[in-house]
Nanobody, 123 residues
Framework: QVQLVESGGGLVQAGGSLRLSCAASGRTFSSYAMNWFRQAPGKEREFVAAISWSGGGTTYADSVKGRFTISRDNAKNTVYLQMNSLKPEDTAVYYC????????????????WGKGTLVTVSS
């Protein structure tokens, strides 16, 4: 089992920045590719970003490319999502998820989920 706990969400004005963190406990953190998803009210959960086991590979949704950066610190069992130039359409609950494969980005492919942290971007 892997337990994931997100933090860092909040209210920010458009154009601002936030850094989300996801702390993992349980089985070996470095064995998992880590992902961020988000879900806005009334919408399906969507992929945001992924990072490989070592951190050497990253993948982003087109909607956040160039604005968001995913990173991880395996010594601290933590994955981060730095979000810059935030837009109102980035408003959502952001979820951290773990999977054994770096090449899959669908919610159904994730093995473990956190409970999410709310990000609200005001215009």
């Amino acid at each position: 089992q892997v337990q994931l706990v997100e933090s860092g969400g909040g209210l920010v004005q458009a154009g601002g920045s936030l850094r989300l963190s996801c702390a993992a406990s349980g089985r070996t953190f470095s064995s998992y590719a880590m992902n961020w998803f988000r879900q806005a009210p009334g919408k399906e959960r969507e992929f945001v970003a992924a990072i490989s086991w070592s951190g050497g590979g990253t993948t982003y949704a087109d909607s956040v490319k160039g604005r968001f950066t995913i990173s991880r610190d395996n010594a601290k069992n933590t994955v981060y999502l730095q979000m810059n130039s935030l837009k109102p359409e980035d408003t959502a609950v952001y979820y951290c998820a773990a999977t054994t494969s770096y090449s899959v980005f669908r919610p159904g492919d994730m093995h473990y989920w956190g409970k999410g942290t709310l990000v609200t971007v005001s215009s």
